[in-house]
């Protein structure tokens, strides 16, 4: 990503769309300066967002200085105490939600009117549902050994480095922000370089809400300088990341050093199986969302899998379908997928579908730009029966490509949705519950959406098996991680009173 141009400085405050956003980071409840910028775009148009401070060394090392000093009154506040706080951040989320969706269509080119409706209504959510978990649901009967009382806590556990990815910015977040403020750490964001606009917005909105200086600080800048220099830190207690399974591997080499604890949720490469009871029409359906968000989902269904004695009458259908999906300006309501969110990776993403072009794949639809939209548009591509050993199948695209292919029997099913390193989610279409609860017990995935897709609960397990993830998060699985989990256990002799 440091192919961006980089800059010698920047200016303090930019103009977004009418909106003022802080460039610096913010640690200990300050705006801070770095010497050096990186700059910002819109996938939209390409046009210039501003430059923003891009952070080293130096800038991890105070923000998780003043974390590190935040936090002994952070946690000593309790889960009410904080959940104050947070709920009324929450509130100012909510309070923001035009602003924060307008920002983050400039700077991520995901659809406006999603960001305004579902997005950011739920960045409101996961605050406010952790707040609340902590100070309502969060608790552990006390049970007896042999007359002694086992009395379990979720402790807070000091300075938790978030690192987070460019396709959903602020939603992914605050699915850590949340808990992890909730339990009592604090926190220290490190935006996606690509999309680092609202989490400077949401800085501030912190700072309205009353959070403590140093309790919730965001640096900015590349992976590869603070990214890194934060997740070596030897005074952090955690390290949550969501993004490539290759840029896990560098964390976790680092994390191993000073053995800090790690969650992690990668790539996927889910399968999307239509076995041939399936209502064809609800699997079509589900089949053409894989396209949403211009395919930048790591939970896409990427890989459909359909019975063969339905695969022409579907391919068909989902080609009709599909073939109305509106590509376009993020901005206009009419809009159902947008552009590919830089450069970079719309080269990646093109890169995959020459590549399977050159090998003689079979592709039924799109297969190029959409380029009278502008640089980054890519247009909902189909490749048909592709060879199964090809990195199409086996690779996370993350752009809008999916593969059709077909099976014979519910065995040669499972074992080809189980075939790649990815285990983030999978999706089954049938009409019989007895077959969906068999095949899906086979299915190995974090989450198994059956006749349906992208229902998500806050108190269910999240994550990914296999090379997609380490840990879960949701519900108490959050705290657990962000947390230290504590039994103290207590005699029934040797009291005085
Ligand atoms: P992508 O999902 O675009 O392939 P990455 O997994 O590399 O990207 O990036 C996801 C997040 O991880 C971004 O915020 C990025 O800056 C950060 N990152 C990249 N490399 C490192 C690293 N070596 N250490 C810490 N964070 C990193």
Sequence with gaps: ???????????????????????????????????EAFTNTSPIDGSFLGDICRGTQKEADLAVAAAKAAFPAWAALGPKGRGE??????????????????????DNGSLLRSHRRGVMPRVAMNIRFFAEWAINELQHPDFETRGHTNKISWDPSGVAVLITPWNAPLMLATWKIGPALAAGDTVILKPAEWTPLSASFFADLTKQAGIPDGVFNVVQGFGKEIGAALVAHADIARISFTGSVPTAKVIARSAADNLTPVSFELGGKSPCVVLEDADIDLAVELAVEQYDN????????TRILVHESIADAFALKFKEKALQIIQGDPRDEATQIGPQIHQVHFDRVKGFVDRAKESGANIIMGGEPNSDLGGLYFRPTLVMNPDPTSEIVTSEVFGPVLCLQTFKTDEEAIAMANSTEFGLAAILVTGNKERAERVAKQLVAGTIWVNCFFVRDLRAPFGGSKKSGIGREGGNWSFDFYADVKNTVVSPNGWKE
């Design 85 to 106: 706080l947070l709920l009324r951040l929450a509130e100012l989320v909510e309070e923001n939600i035009e602003t924060l969706a307008q920002l983050e269509t400039m």
């Design 294 to 301: 211009a395919g930048q989902v790591c939970l896409s269904g």
């Design 1 to 35: 990503m440091n192919k961006d141009k980089v800059r010698k400085t920047a200016l303090h405050t930019i103009d977004v769309v009418g909106i003022k956003i802080d460039t610096r980071h913010y640690i200990g409840g300050q705006r801070v300066a770095s010497a």
